[in-house]
């Protein structure tokens, strides 16, 4: 039996559901996305052949090459947590918009009592920040004779808030019989290459005075980092 011969020509496609589909999509993204603030220094770390990546859980403390010292977590939680401790240590008060806006900066280098004024900032404005003092942005003190060594309450308060998450989320995903896969908050120290080793040594020092004796020097490789251990 002979088959019916076709009417028609090759089947056509209709591309317009999928043409708004791509173009709603973009739309979305656009809304919803947060663009990363820059950071507030830019330094030029030396070369290694370190092959040990820095996770993106980390606490890291950047040395400009004139000494001073900037402090950053990636975790925002635990970032909002350190600075509520050392709102009330220091008795310096924040909004609970400075609080918001402080969850994005991704390091500062300012005393405590300027960052109020450091977080109202606009970002432009950041970079040639001058503070209470009018002598620019002078880093986090890191005064190892007197008690302002608020660098070592930066490291000992934010690293503690971000450990403390880390176990949350492990013990969440335990409870809940899934699979774990967050790295365990580590510290890192970023510095330029031409820091004078005095600078990078007080820092150095900090860290082990608060028993953290493993870190990551970050260099100038792709994705790379040199784990070093001081002696205890």
Known sequence: MSKKPSKGGAPALDMTPMVDLAFLLVT????????????????????????????DNHIMVTIENNGRVYFGISNSTAKRNALEAMSKKYNVAFTEKQMVEFTGLPSFGVDLKDLPAYIDAKEEQRKNFKGINKNGQAGIPIDTITPNNQLKDWIAI???????????????????????????????IKCDSKTKYIYVKNVIKTF?????????LITSLEGGGTVIEPKK
């Open 158 to 188: 934010g690293g503690a808030e971000a450990i403390k998450m880390y176990n949350e989320a492990k013990q969440e995903a335990a409870g809940s019989n899934k699979e774990f896969k967050a790295e365990k908050p580590r510290y890192a």
């Open 208 to 216: 082990t005075d608060l028993k953290i004796f493993q870190f990551n």
């Open 28 to 55: 979305f993204f656009m809304l919803t996305a947060s663009f990363r603030m820059a950071e507030p220094v830019v330094v030029d770390p030396p070369s290694s052949i370190g092959e040990v990546a820095l996770p």
